[in-house]
């Protein structure tokens, strides 16, 4: 399970343009795993039309920590809509 440590601060923190016209910044809120030793991984999925930004699949992937990324290759002027997804990955888990 995952979880957030303050239930305002949960999914995404914040989008802005790099001012190219095609590159915007992400931020998102860091997530807990609820069972030691698994890590978790960020799913940034998005689209230009809201009802199929999770219909058209994963676009990022953050497996190390990371809490931001940048997205490149926009086409100017189209409005997207952005959702992160928290998920637990067990990539991390060694075995002794």
Do not use: H
């Not at 802005?16 to 609820?34: N, P, Y």
């Amino acid at each position: 399970m995952v979880l957030y440590g303050i239930t305002t601060e949960c999914g995404l923190d914040s989008v802005r343009s790099l001012g190219d016209g095609s590159t915007i910044a992400v931020k998102w809120f860091q997530a807990f795993a609820e069972t030691y030793g698994y890590s978790i991984a960020y799913y940034i999925y998005y689209s230009t039309e809201p009802e199929n930004a999770f219909a058209d699949g994963i676009k990022y992937i953050s497996i190390d920590d990371s809490l931001e990324a940048n997205i490149i290759n926009l086409d100017p002027g189209r409005l997207l809509s952005l959702s992160p997804y928290q998920a637990l990955d067990e990539s991390k888990i060694f075995l002794f």
